[in-house]
């Protein structure tokens, strides 16, 4: 009943001699004979306006909103197939946005064929070995001792050469590949702590999960699966997720974070601060670290605003028993600061820049015989 209140409304919306037909589902279409943009930004407007009033269905009140792709022809395609494809990708968009419309926009689209170009390359990267893993130390502040490191993935590139995770995640995130993505970089640090057992230095590995990663309901059985085929003991392999993500969906992401410190991983919280935690759930939630995101540490020597962030998250992590990682120390400042504070662990430039995983041995091995920081 409301799809067809919603037909009768298009209708009045967008009169003789202009089309309304229902696609599928919750899918309609308008065909806006002898107009241009103009006109066709017009009707979206006046489809928007009209949808305000809620729909009366069975005494209850229910409010629908539509949001419009808009394709003009011939411009936009001259054929119904480009034309429909030329909708779809601008309603998506619309959608991405947030806006109600969005009028077809050929340069975006360029732009989109060039993501999926993107989007093989970076496929083939994984499958062929072009991705590298990077590992950054954390450093405990109270003895010195090397704590664990974590795992920074970078893209080999045979043209644009090493190129960083910001500029390839967000894209992995979109196309689904950051779950093949994900499992390279769980397998390559185990394959890694594997070879460090060997010669008795073995030390946690943290990678990092995006969200999809958390979605992916067979994500708790793969892990388990890879730390059986590498032996890996327990505590070698730590996990990371944004505060952010966790919060989007709070429940959910509390479920999977039981199942994966069921398994014997140790759990952190990162880019504190930068997120919006319910303190009740930050209580519930069952991870051992909160990293502190880089931005406050940064400013902490010059903000007091930031400094104060910094002290009374270091404070509230403690109450509740978990143990805090300062990110992005560069300098003896921050190190100073942050040690005074009772900060537990340290990572950044100050420390160590992240650096390919083979030469990380050599780095360990400098850094105990130095005995010290910096
Ligand atoms: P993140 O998890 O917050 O990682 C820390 C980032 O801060 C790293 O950048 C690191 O190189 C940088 N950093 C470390 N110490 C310092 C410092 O003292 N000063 C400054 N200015 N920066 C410092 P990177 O390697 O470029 O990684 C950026 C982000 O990419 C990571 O942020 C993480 O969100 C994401 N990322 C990296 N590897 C993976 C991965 O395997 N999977 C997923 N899902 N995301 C990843
Ligand atoms: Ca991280
Ligand atoms: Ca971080």
Redesign the pocket.
């Known amino acids: 009943q409301l799809l067809r209140e919603f037909g009768q409304r298009l209708c009045v919306a967008a009169p003789a001699p202009a089309v309304v037909a229902r696609l599928r589902g919750d899918e309609f279409a308008i065909l806006l004979p002898n107009s241009g943009a103009s006109e066709a930004i017009e009707l979206a407007k006046r489809i928007e306006i009209m949808l305000v009033q809620p729909f009366a269905i069975a005494d209850i009140a229910l409010d629908v909103s539509a949001t419009i792709g808009l394709a003009l022809f011939p411009e936009h395609g001259e054929t119904p197939h480009d034309l429909f494809r030329h909708v779809d990708s601008a309603l998506n968009l619309a959608k991405k946005r947030g806006s109600s419309y969005y009028l077809f926009d050929p340069v975006q689209s360029k732009d989109q064929s060039r993501r999926l170009n993107a989007a093989g390359e970076l496929r083939r990267a994984i499958e062929g070995g072009d991705l590298l893993l ?1 590992l ?1 130390p954390k450093v405990n502040m109270r003895t010195g001792a090397v704590q664990g490191v ?4 970078r893209w080999k590139h045979a043209e644009r050469g090493l190129i ?3 500029e390839f ?1 967000g894209l992995a995130e979109h196309t689904g590949l ?1 779950r093949p ?2 499992e390279w ?1 769980i397998e390559t640090a185990l394959r890694l702590n594997q070879a460090w057992a060997g010669q008795g230095c073995a030390l946690p590995i943290a ?4 969200a999809r ?1 958390l979605r992916d309901e067979k994500l708790v059985e793969k892990i388990r699966n890879l730390k059986t085929i590498w032996g890996t003991a327990a505590g070698l392999l730590e996990l ?1 997720i ?1 505060e952010s993500t966790v919060m989007d969906d709070a429940e959910y992401a509390l479920n999977v974070l039981r199942c994966l410190r069921e398994e014997g991983i140790p759990l952190a919280i ?2 504190f601060g930068t997120g919006y935690s319910s303190l009740t759930y930050l209580q519930r939630l069952p991870v051992e670290y909160i990293k502190i995101d ?1 931005s406050f540490v ?1 400013d902490m020597t010059a903000n007091k605003a930031s400094l104060a962030i910094v002290r009374s998250t270091i404070d509230l992590v403690h109450d509740l028993g978990r143990k805090t990682v300062a ?4 300098t003896q400042a921050h190190w100073d600061q942050l040690a005074a504070l009772g900060c537990d662990i340290a ?4 420390i160590a ?2 650096m390919p995983s083979e030469r990380f041995p050599d780095w360990l091995a400098q850094y105990r015989a130095r005995g010290s920081v910096g």
């Open positions: 990077y950054q974590e795992g920074l993935v960083p995770p910001v995640i950051i993505l994900t970089v990678v990092n999960l995006s990663n990371e944004t990162d880019d880089q940064r990110e992005g120390v560069e990572q950044g430039y100050w820049r992240p």
